[in-house]
């Protein structure tokens, strides 16, 4: 059975940079057919998706356009995971965010426990 | 303002049928197939739905799901309590190149 976990700091200084990783068990974040996402929630935005790193022979990333100067997704195959980070973080950028992955279900189809970032000084 | 389209409310009674409409444009749901998640409260979203009308495994036959053009429907056949929360489709967009959700519709059973 597939698991996300997710950690990460729940409290981010405006101005400063968000940090959050995202544990895979059961699958791999080298899979060849599998893609690994991060996905936000807030009142103001709904489900709003960020980006996501997926292997094919060679890693990809792809970004959402509404975050795309201030957002990097890596992968880090020695542990297994993969993370966010969000550059400059504002108020704004409050929000629960969560890791998923994309299988040959073609869905969103695992999820994390979620984790609730709060941008305040 | 979300990219795809839902009713914020939906309501019905316990044993009755409901749908939930979901309309996007021919850039997500008019080319690529449309997901549906139930939210309960606190929780990340759950896959219900995939593919347009394919039900994971462990999710009941009374949940389906359909497409037509650039809708899709969720529908939830005798209803019962514990179906009372939020619901929301998603699909994967051609020009923005990236997963667009709907504003979610919560159920009420009444």
């Known amino acids: 059975q597939v698991q996300l976990r997710q950690s990460g700091p729940g409290l981010v200084k405006p101005s400063q940079t968000l940090s959050l990783t995202c544990a895979i068990s059961g699958d791999s974040v080298s899979s060849n057919s599998a893609a690994w996402h991060w996905i936000r929630q807030s009142p103001s935005r709904g489900l709003e998706w960020l980006g996501r790193t997926y292997y094919r022979s060679k890693w990809y990333r792809d970004y959402a356009v509404s975050v795309k100067s201030r957002i990097t997704i890596n992968p880090d195959t020695s542990k297994n995971q993969f993370s966010l980070q969000v550059n400059s973080v504002t108020p704004e950028d409050t929000a629960v965010f969560y890791c998923a992955r994309v299988s040959s279900s073609g869905a969103l189809d695992v999820w994390g426990q979620g984790t609730t970032v709060t941008v305040s000084s | 303002q979300s990219v795809v389209t839902q009713p914020p409310s939906a309501s019905g009674t316990p044993g009755q049928r409901v749908t939930i409409s979901c309309s996007g444009s021919?850039?997500?749901?008019?080319?690529?197939?449309v997901n549906w998640y139930q939210q309960l409260p606190g929780t990340a979203p759950k896959l219900l739905i995939y593919?347009?009308?394919q039900r994971p495994s462990g999710v009941p036959d009374r949940f389906s799901g359909s497409k037509s053009g650039t809708s899709a429907s969720l529908a939830i056949s005798g209803l019962q309590s514990e179906d009372e929360t939020d619901y929301y489709c998603a699909a994967w967009d051609d020009s923005l190149k990236g997963w667009v959700f709907g504003g979610g519709t919560k159920l009420t059973v009444l």
């Open positions: 021919s850039s997500n749901i008019g080319r690529n197939t």
């Open positions: 593919s347009n009308n």
